[in-house]
Nanobody, 111 residues
Framework: QVQLVESGGGLVQPGGSLRLSCAGS????????LDWYRQAPGYKREWVAT???????NYPDSVKGRFTISRDNAKNTVYLEMNSLKPEDTAVYYC?????WGQGTQVTVSS
């Protein structure tokens, strides 16, 4: 059974940083594409980062230069490092691997 568990969300001031984690079980994240998405209240779920099997990363313009996705194969975990956070980054953040989604972790950017 595949399980993805996100952690690391919380409340942070504008300009601050957070690192989200997505721990996988029942699946090897090292040989799969892994995506991070986010969803703010009243908005559609939005893609924010991808890392492929070779470690190539991709981001939308809205987070490029501020967010970094990375992977620790030994821990079967993928991370999303978020810097220079803005209030508009407030959302529930989800990791996705193939058809499987995690339960999400709340990120709130507010002073």
């Amino acid at each position: 059974q595949v399980q993805l568990v996100e952690s690391g969300g919380g409340l942070v001031q504008p300009g601050g940083s957070l690192r989200l984690s997505c721990a996988g079980s029942g699946i090897l994240l090292s040989i799969n594409f892994l995506d991070w998405y986010r969803q703010a209240p009243g908005y559609k779920r939005e893609w924010v980062a991808t890392i492929d099997k070779g470690g190539i990363t991709n981001y939308p313009d809205s987070v490029k230069g501020r967010f970094t996705i990375s992977r620790d194969n030994a821990k079967n975990t993928v991370y999303l490092e978020m810097n220079s956070l803005k209030p508009e980054d407030t959302a529930v953040y989800y990791c996705k691997c193939g058809p499987d989604w995690g339960q999400g972790t709340q990120v709130t950017v507010s002073s």
